[in-house]
């Protein structure tokens, strides 16, 4: 009986590390793919550091990437006009099929990025009815500025010993790393 109770709590723990637990033990075959759309006025202005609003945790994750890239970051409670590069990100699809040894998922990032710190397309965006339309159509402003869209998928395919919040962890890292390299470039090849 003894015995018996001792497995069980071992399971327990067992099963509550597995699908809590922080940890990867895996080999993964990760893939991504991105999608820009951009509009460039002439003599475009580029503001020094980012301002990302955060409009999810994933937010954090980007501005993370963008400080160990060595950029000064400001995080914003809303998506306002500031001095920095403005950069609105999310997560808007979240897909894993999990099991301990074998996983697999696909997240899917999006982001509006202003090289002048302007967050109208992000804010035109997120009232709109025809989300798509509203999506690719980059509205003059009056300010000379690149604006950008960042579509970012990344599919991931695991075997090991893994945690399901290690590998939900893993999967928004790896999107976090391709939305803040592409800002990067955004800003280091003068919206080319």
């Known amino acids: 009986m003894r015995r018996a109770y001792i497995a069980i709590v071992v399971l327990v723990v067992l099963v509550l590390a597995l699908y809590f637990g922080d940890f990867a033990l895996a080999k993964s075959e990760t893939h991504s793919t991105i999608q820009v759309g951009s509009s460039k006025d002439a003599n475009a202005t580029f503001n020094e550091g980012f301002c990302v609003y955060p409009d999810s945790p994933f937010g954090n994750l980007v501005a993370d990437e963008l400080r160990a890239g060595g950029h000064k970051v400001l995080i914003l409670s809303a998506p306002v006009e500031c001095d920095g590069q403005f950069l609105a990100?999310?997560?808007?699809?979240?897909?894993?099929?999990?099991?301990?040894?074998?996983?697999?998922?696909?997240?899917?990032?999006?982001?509006?990025?202003?090289?002048?710190?302007?967050?109208?397309?992000?804010?035109?965006?997120?009232?709109?009815?025809?989300?798509?339309?509203?999506?690719?159509?980059?509205?003059?402003t009056g300010r000379a500025q690149f604006q950008a869209y960042i579509i970012a998928e990344v599919s991931d395919e695991s075997e090991g010993f893994i945690a399901f919040r290690g590998y939900q962890d893993y999967l928004m890292r790896k999107a976090a790393e391709v939305v803040a390299k592409q800002a990067e470039l955004f800003h280091a090849g003068g919206g080319e």
């Open 89 to 140: 990100v999310w997560i808007e699809g979240l897909n894993i099929n999990y099991s301990p040894v074998l996983s697999k998922g696909r997240v899917r990032a999006v982001a509006f990025y202003s090289s002048a710190g302007d967050p109208t397309h992000y804010i035109n965006y997120r009232n709109a009815a025809d989300k798509k339309t509203a999506l690719t159509s980059f509205e003059k």
